[in-house]
């Protein structure tokens, strides 16, 4: 992996933790993502615009089929998130959502895409493999067993991380593919992406508006900050995939964890910080080993 490439899945790592701690704080449902979606298309219009009044009429049936099934994948990923994030800590979900996604992106990217990895890339997915279950509570998840309610919420939260971390890994190989071998421009798989969102999220708004207007009140600030940066840390990575190999870029993303366990934990106050922060450290040399293997 090049060095600008690590740049930019590192930058866009600190972003996509930074969002994910705050749609955490929120604790919305499939409305705050609704809200979301809403704030990232109004923004993002002016670009999405200008891009696409000169690539758009060039799209045929297969740009649309990437850009629709992206759009599903990415829907159900944002609400068993969101959900998980209401039944579980953070500290659980998001580690083990953002662990098996990118390592199920991986493989999929060797054994359908034709993707290699070496000896030393390999060395890296074990690196990540083994921090995500530091950060995830290590052998705490086994003590955990001993208390009835501290074992069904690590269970709830094992349980929606795998859940997100599928769909994620199906919109990492979809989107991955458009901007790689479709050549598609990452700012319009994303910002089409999210327009088309907006159809299946809306009817959760206008279904019960009073209830809807009520949660933007206590919501806003949480759903304009995420909608605004959410989308620049995952086109960061799709420009990422277009230099770079996914089966590479996908694992690397666990970076996002490292900031995580260093924001998540102090601000979430959810615990076994330094277990978490040795977790993050096996991601991180798992990263650089991926980046130079």
């Known amino acids: 992996m090049s060095a600008s490439a690590l740049a930019l899945v590192v930058l866009a790592g600190l972003i996509h933790a930074s969002w994910n701690i705050a749609a955490k704080k929120a604790g919305g449902d499939v409305r705050f993502a609704a809200f979301t979606g809403l704030v990232a298309m109004v923004v993002w219009a002016p670009l999405g615009l200008w891009l696409g009044i000169e690539q758009i009429p060039r799209w045929g049936l297969l740009e649309w089929s990437l850009v629709a099934a992206s759009s599903v ?8 998130l969101l959900r998980g994030y209401r039944k579980a800590d953070l ?3 998001y580690p083990l959502a953002r662990g098996s996604g990118p390592l199920l992106s991986c493989l999929i990217a060797i054994l359908l895409l034709g993707e290699s990895l070496s000896a030393l890339g390999a060395a890296g997915i074990a690196g990540v493999v083994g921090g995500v279950f530091l950060i995830a509570g290590g052998p705490g998840l086994l003590r955990a067993t001993h208390d009835p309610a501290r074992r069904a919420r690590i269970h709830k939260g094992m349980a929606y991380g795998l859940v997100t971390g599928a769909f994620i ?20 798989v994303d ?21 809807a207007l009520a949660m933007w009140k206590r919501q806003w600030k949480f759903a304009v900050f995420v909608g605004i940066i959410s989308p620049v840390s995952y086109v960061l990575v799709l420009y990422a995939m277009q230099s770079a190999p996914l089966s590479h870029v996908a694992p690397a993303r666990e970076v996002s964890m490292l900031f995580a366990a260093l924001i998540g934990g102090q601000l979430l106050g959810e615990g076994d910080r330094l277990l978490r922060l040795l977790g993050a450290a096996c991601i991180a040399a798992g990263v650089m080993a991926l980046a130079l293997g």
């Open 191 to 211: 910002y089409i992406g999210n327009l088309a969102r907006m159809v299946l999220l809306g009817p959760a708004l206008l279904r019960d508006r009073s209830t």
């Open 169 to 188: 890994a199906g919109y990492t190989v979809v989107d991955g593919y458009a901007v790689k071998f479709v050549l598609m421009s990452p700012i319009l």
């Open 73 to 80: 994948l990415h829907t159900f990923y944002f609400i068993a």
């Open 91 to 93: 500290t659980v979900v």
